[in-house]
């Protein structure tokens, strides 16, 4: 019988992604009691280069002796397809990537193993408290960050340099206050392609704000009309 699978999320902020397991961890799997045991492990898209796959693969049947079978899915169509698959146990993998912004979504429901016990092997213990909690539900954890990227920003030297700014900004402060130098009647200070509300959480985050928080009720309260969080939303 397939294992219900564990997330793997993203560290969102900083566009990545972790990996949710059940009984092997990432990237070294974890030693089993059960004895060999082939798996199922889905990875989105090209992310994971395939050094590190040909890594996975040796790495699972010296420590498990079974056969990990990696199965690349589109991130296009992941979420639907981990919705209506994961009641199937015929079709369901064992293992899945998943973005950081879907844990919720599987976590809140109870989807994913409960992988609490194997925090400290799989490295949370020494990660950024932030991308661990991602994955918890209810004081458990069960998804664990699999990787990390950076956020770049692209600017015109020679159109800073005609607003009289010399230095790139080294907080989000300056940053701030450079980009409302900018803009103009034509030209926006800071420009993001596409429509994407992640974004802007940065600024609230960074002004002490939040989306929501739970009460001492156990119950979720919007906190969009903070102070707090209507200051990094301007």
């Known amino acids: 019988m397939k294992k219900r699978t564990l997330s793997a999320i993203a560290a969102a902020t900083a566009a990545g992604a972790a990996l949710a397991l059940a009984g ?3 990237p070294a799997p974890a030693p089993t009691t059960a004895g060999p045991e082939d798996i199922t492990l889905w990875l989105m898209g090209s992310d994971t280069p395939q050094e590190l796959r040909d890594y996975l693969v040796a790495e699972y049947q010296k420590v498990n002796g079974g056969t990990l079978t990696i199965e690349q899915q589109d991130w296009t ?3 639907s397809k981990l919705q209506t698959q994961l009641p199937d146990a015929a079709n369901t993998p064992d293992v899945t990537e998943i973005g950081n912004t879907w844990s919720s979504t599987f ?10 016990d194997l925090v400290p092997e799989l490295g949370g213990s020494d990660l950024l408290p932030s991308f661990v909690q991602v994955g918890e ?4 954890n069960y998804s664990l960050p699999y990787y990390f990227g950076s956020r770049y920003v692209f600017y015109r030297k020679d159109i800073w340099a005609a607003a009289g700014i010399t ?5 989000l402060a300056e940053f701030d206050a450079d980009v409302k130098q900018l803009t103009t009647s034509e030209l926006s200070g800071f420009w993001l392609g596409g429509s994407d509300w992640r974004d802007g959480i940065s600024w609230i985050f960074a002004n002490g704000g939040d989306l929501a928080k739970q009460g001492s ?5 919007s906190t969009l009309s903070d102070p707090a969080t209507i200051k990094g939303i301007t």
Not at 107 to 116: E, L, P, R
Not at 137 to 140: E, L, Q, S
Not at 217 to 221: A, H, I, L, T
């Open 167 to 171: 230095q790139p900004p080294a907080t």
């Open 137 to 140: 539900a209810d004081g458990k």
């Open 107 to 116: 976590t809140s429901v109870g989807a994913f193993s409960d992988i609490t």
């Open 217 to 221: 009720d156990g119950k979720w309260q």
């Open 77 to 79: 169509d992941a979420l």
């Open 24 to 26: 092997c961890s990432a």
